[in-house]
C-alpha cells in the first residue's frame, strides 16, 4: 500500500517539477493553485465541480485551466481525482530550510529507534514471549505512521511541491488513520496484559500465551483499517468545490471531507461512530485496566512490593499519555476549534503524529530492563540500571 502511495507522489512531483523554469515561494505556488482551482467559484454563488462544465456560468469563466501547461496536460485525468494543496508551514517560508532539522531528526529518532527495537527483539531469542510481542507491534504503528506522512513533508521541505492527487491523498490518510488505529489497540491490549500478570502472576504463563496474543493483537489491530475502507472510498465519489487548500503537511480525513461541495452527513456520523467504538471506547477500557492496577497495587503488603509493581506499568503509561492526550487534543480543535489559529491546528496535528514515535523507542529502551541489558552489551558496557515493564 505505502509502495503505491510512494509512486503515485513521485509521479505526481515528475509532472509538477518538470514544468518549473524557475524557483517559486510557497506563496506565489498557493496562489497560482488556489487561482487555478477557483477560477469563476464564486460566481452567481454556483459550486464549481472539477472537470465539469457548468452551463449556468458564462463561456469565458468556465475551468479550462489555462494558465498551467501541468494542469492543461492533466485536465483530462484529473476530472475525478482533484489536486489539493498541502500547506505546510504558511508564513515560515523563509525559514522552512531550519524547520527541515527538527523535523529530520524526528524522523530519524522515530524510524531508527523502532526498527532497532525490531530488530533487537526478533535476534534475540529470550525475547520472544508475550510482553515483548506487544511491544514489537507498537513499534510496528510506530514505524508506519512515521512512514506514512514522510513521502509529502520531506517534498514540501526538498522539492517546494504542495499538490497532491485525491488518489494519493486517500492512501496516505488510510495509512496514518490505520496506523493510529492499531496503536491504540496495541495500546489496550497492554494494560489487560499487566493486569493479569499483577492481579494472577501464578496463572499468567497458561493465561497469556504467543500464540494467543499475536493472535488476538492481529484480530483486534485490523479492526480500525476494516472499519475505515467505507470511509476513504467515499470520498472518491465527492465533487470538490472551491480551493482545495489543506492546513497541514499531510492528508486527514476531516479536512478533505470538509472540502466536499456534496452532503456528507453519512460520512461524519460514520466516521464519529468508528472512533467512538475504537479509540473512545480503547481509552476508557485503558482506562478501568489502570484503576484496577492501582487498587491492587494499594493492596500488596510491602511497600517494596507496590514500588515494583508500579514500576511494571510507568513505561505503558507514558506510552498512553503521549498517544491519546494529542490525540484528543486534535479532535477537540477540529470539532470545536474552526476559528482558533492555523498554529494550533499544525502544532497538534505533528504533536500527534511525530512524538509518540520518537518517543516510544527511546521510553522503552530505558524502561525495560532486558533491552537495556541488549544495549549494554552492544555498546561494551558491564552495568546498566534500568526499571522494569515487566
Known sequence: MFVIYTLTVLQQRYYVNTEKDSPNSTQESQERFVRENDICAVLKDQPMLIGQKNNSIPEECQPNYPLSPQFTLLSNTTQFSPMFYLTGFPGLETIEHWIFIPFFLMYLVAISGNCFILIIIETNPCLHTPMYYLLSFLAFTDLGLSVST????????????????????????????????????????????RCLAICH?????????????????????FRGPVALVPLVVLLKTF?????????????????????????????????????????????????????????????????????RAFQTCTSHLCAVLIFFVPMVGLSLVHRFGKHAPLAVHLLMANVYLFVPAMLNPVIYSIKTKEICHVISKLLGLKKISAGSWG
Not at 499538490?163 to 489496550?188: K, W
Not at 504463563?205 to 504467543?210: A, L, M
Not at 470538509?258 to 460514520?270: E, M, P
Open 150 to 193: 514522510l513521502p509529502t513533508t520531506m517534498g514540501i521541505f526538498w522539492f517546494k511541491s504542495h499538490g497532491i492527487y485525491l488518489a494519493a491523498c486517500q492512501i496516505q490518510m488510510f495509512c496514518i488513520h490505520s496506523f493510529s488505529f492499531m496503536e491504540s489497540s496495541v495500546l489496550l491490549i497492554m494494560p489487560f496484559d
Open 201 to 221: 502472576p501464578l496463572r499468567y504463563s497458561v493465561i497469556i500465551t504467543s500464540q494467543r496474543v499475536v493472535r488476538t493483537g492481529l484480530a483486534v489491530i
Open 239 to 307: 465533487p470538490y468545490c472551491g480551493p482545495q487548500v489543506l492546513s497541514h503537511s499531510f492528508c486527514l480525513h476531516q479536512e478533505v471531507i470538509q472540502l466536499a461541495c456534496t452532503d456528507t452527513t453519512f460520512n461524519n456520523l460514520y466516521g464519529l461512530t468508528v472512533v467512538a467504538f475504537t479509540m473512545m471506547l480503547d481509552l476508557v477500557l485503558i482506562a478501568l485496566s489502570c484503576g484496577v492496577i492501582l487498587c491492587t497495587v494499594a493492596r500488596l503488603a510491602s511497600q517494596e512490593e507496590q514500588l
